[in-house]
């Protein structure tokens, strides 16, 4: 484990990083990332190359405090395995926590947990979840399995720079990490059965998830072509190719 942080922190401080924030949260995301609103209370950053948008996607999403929000009890809601349909192929899976522990982050306190088909089988999701200002802030990174080491060496410093916004916006209508995780996935319905495991059963009837979807992609191919026909622009007038 060590070793591979040693290697982490190697790969990572050769990437170029640009700060990100919205009304709730800040971080330095990777120079070749891009960030859009999605939903509301909900923000999605990816890739802009669009061959690595189905490898990985970063959530970061708020909520209001619920009564019995606190971090020992995220830790006790996010060690437990999850059941998921997959609207695909109708087949369930079982989700499971791999590591969980509490991590400091510029003096913000969260719970830090890894799972693996949590979301997506096949994709590991790494949850980081804390409570500021009566308001429980929730950010998943979801990755394709065998890309994982990869993009999390890439988006080390994406997490060590992560902070809560002193001011945050109008309450939101989900409430505790439970609604957060709830809508991961979005249109889902949960409950809890007796047991350590949370079934989740995911709706299909709704597609405007899809079309957010869609349509953030198409946000990051415009902002890539755009930045790189600038690029283009500027190398041909230093060359003196344009006046």
């Given at each position: 484990?060590?070793?591979?942080?040693?290697?982490?922190?190697?790969?990572?401080?050769?990437?170029?990083?640009?700060?990100f924030a919205n009304n709730f949260v800040e971080m330095n995301i990777p120079d070749s990332w891009g960030c859009s609103p999605y939903m509301g209370n909900r923000w999605i950053c990816q890739p802009m190359d669009p061959a690595k948008?189905?490898?990985?996607?970063?959530?970061?999403?708020?909520?209001?405090?619920?009564?019995?929000?606190?971090?020992?009890?995220?830790?006790?809601?996010?060690?437990?395995?999850?059941?998921?349909?997959?609207?695909?192929?109708?087949?369930?899976?079982?989700?499971?926590?791999?590591?969980?522990?509490?991590?400091?982050?510029?003096?913000?306190?969260?719970?830090?947990?890894?799972?693996?088909?949590?979301?997506?089988?096949?994709?590991?999701?790494?949850?980081?979840?804390?409570?500021?200002?009566?308001?429980?802030?929730?950010?998943?990174?979801?990755?394709?399995?065998?890309?994982?080491?990869?993009?999390?060496?890439?988006?080390?410093?994406?997490?060590?720079?992560?902070?809560?916004?002193?001011?945050?916006?109008?309450?939101?209508?989900?409430?505790?990490?439970?609604?957060?995780?709830?809508?991961?996935?979005?249109?889902?319905?949960?409950?809890?059965?007796?047991?350590?495991?949370?079934?989740?059963?995911?709706?299909?009837?709704?597609?405007?998830?899809?079309?957010?979807?869609?349509?953030?992609?198409?946000?990051?191919?415009?902002?890539?072509?755009?930045?790189?026909?600038?690029?283009?622009?500027?190398?041909?007038?230093?060359?003196?190719?344009?006046?």
């Amino acid at each position: 484990m060590i070793i591979l942080l040693f290697f982490s922190l190697i790969f990572s401080t050769g990437i170029e990083a640009k700060p990100f924030a919205n009304n709730f949260v800040e971080m330095n995301i990777p120079d070749s990332w891009g960030c859009s609103p999605y939903m509301g209370n909900r923000w999605i950053c990816q890739p802009m190359d669009p061959a690595k948008v189905k490898d990985v996607i970063i959530e970061a999403s708020f909520a209001n405090q619920g009564p019995l929000d606190s971090l020992p009890a995220f830790y006790g809601y996010l060690q437990k395995s999850v059941q998921v349909t997959d609207p695909r192929t109708k087949k369930q899976s079982v989700g499971k926590p791999i590591n969980l522990q509490y991590k400091e982050i510029l003096g913000q306190s969260w719970v830090d947990g890894q799972y693996l088909s949590t979301v997506l089988p096949n994709y590991l999701t790494r949850n980081l979840a804390t409570i500021k200002d009566g308001r429980v802030v929730l950010l998943s990174v979801t990755v394709d399995k065998p890309k994982y080491s990869m993009y999390m060496s890439e988006l080390y410093k994406t997490i060590e720079s992560l902070r809560i916004r002193m001011t945050l916006p109008a309450a939101p209508m989900e409430t505790g990490l439970k609604g957060l995780l709830g809508i991961q996935a979005p249109a889902v319905k949960k409950t809890e059965k007796p047991g350590s495991v949370v079934a989740i059963e995911v709706e299909t009837t709704s597609h405007a998830w899809l079309w957010a979807l869609i349509a953030a992609v198409l946000a990051f191919i415009l902002v890539f072509i755009i930045i790189k026909r600038r690029r283009k622009n500027a190398a041909a007038k230093k060359k003196g190719y344009l006046k």
